[in-house]
């Protein structure tokens, strides 16, 4: 999602697009690329490039793009700067809805006794009231509680962002799919829009896959929920 938003941004920045008001001029018309008419029948100059009709979609992206992210970073990776800022909220839930901590059955044996093996718990500590938390070691695991299912989460959170960055291109990419008015974008351009709505399907694709094989409904649900909530918090 990123890659596509700033290799987005940088095209429509470095090559940009014009309105397309008219129908698209004919080869056999050598000043047809540079002279358009108006209401009243008279011909002009066109300038091209003279105004950008996605710079103030970019401008509306690139907000949406910076909470978007600041919305994924407290849901799922609020513990990255530091232990001051606290666990994520999806980690709360998982905490607050009763899971508990499976020590590692790869790094350490959990029948051993304390005398011989018993550092198999070494990896985790008390959460201060008599469970123990996963702190990241290999084979932990969450057992119980309600983990919010991350790969809904995402599918739908980045799926939405790239569906609003192609939206004003829609009748562009599909003229027989979509009305509206099209824009004149450059072949570079294009391209990453086309990318993004593959990358779009793919997502949606996943998600099916999620919801087949993956995470309880209720997780699921919830991962759909907080997807959406993204996408409309991140938009006001």
Known sequence: ??????????AVVLLPATPSRTPEPSSSSPASNTRTTDRNGSTTAAKPFAANPLMPHLLSLTRRYLLASLYWFYLTQATWFGLRLGPSITHRILRSSGA?????AIAHDPLAPPASGGANIKSMHHDGG????????????WRGGHDVSGHAFMMVHCSLFLFELVLPLLPTL??????????RVHPAVRAIA???VGMIALSWWMLLMTN????SPTEKLSGFGFGLMGWFLSGL
């Open 1 to 10: 999602m990123t890659g596509l938003f700033l290799a987005f941004a940088g």
């Open 194 to 196: 086309y990318a993004a």
């Open 174 to 183: 599909f003229p027989a799919l979509f009305v509206g008015p099209k824009i």
């Open 130 to 141: 008599g469970g123990l938390v996963c702190t990241g070691a290999k084979g932990e695991y």
């Open 212 to 215: 087949l094989f993956f995470h």
């Open 100 to 104: 508990v901590c499976v020590p590692s």
